[in-house]
Nanobody, 124 residues
Framework: QVHFVESGGNLVQPGGSLRLSCAAS????????IGWFRQVPGKEREGVAC????????YYAKSARERFTISLDNARNTVYLQMNSLKPEDTAIYYC?????????????????WGQGTQVTVSS
């Protein structure tokens, strides 16, 4: 079974930081673009950041720019999302997935191998 296992979500105060991890299970991340997405109830899944598995070129949605950093450890087959200066509007379930389309790709439809997600709550 091929999918991701996300972890690292938690309750954090506004202005705080979290590091999310996403480990690939049953497949390798070579030759993919890996994306981080988030979703709140009643809204579409929103692309946050994506990274190419070969050159590690990274791309960010406007909401994540200058606060979030995506990185990839090919040896560990794991992608990370460092989130700083968190805001209440960052509250969501965060997911990762892969696509073979050329980056940047911030819409969910081309992505596969979704994990179960990890909950991030930003609240005082």
């Amino acid at each position: 079974q091929v999918h991701f296992v996300e972890s690292g979500g938690n309750l954090v105060q506004p202005g705080g930081s979290l590091r999310l991890s996403c480990a690939a299970s049953g497949f390798t991340l070579d030759n993919y673009v890996i994306g981080w997405f988030r979703q709140v109830p009643g809204k579409e899944r929103e692309g946050v950041a994506c990274i190419g598995s070969i050159a590690h070129n990274s791309y960010y949605a406007k909401s994540a720019r200058e606060r979030f950093t995506i990185s990839l450890d090919n040896a560990r087959n794991t992608v990370y999302l460092q989130m700083n200066s968190l805001k209440p509007e960052d509250t969501a379930i965060y997911y990762c997935a892969v696509t073979t389309q050329a980056p940047p790709v911030f819409h969910a439809a081309p992505y596969t191998n979704w994990g179960q997600g990890t909950q991030v709550t930003v609240s005082s």
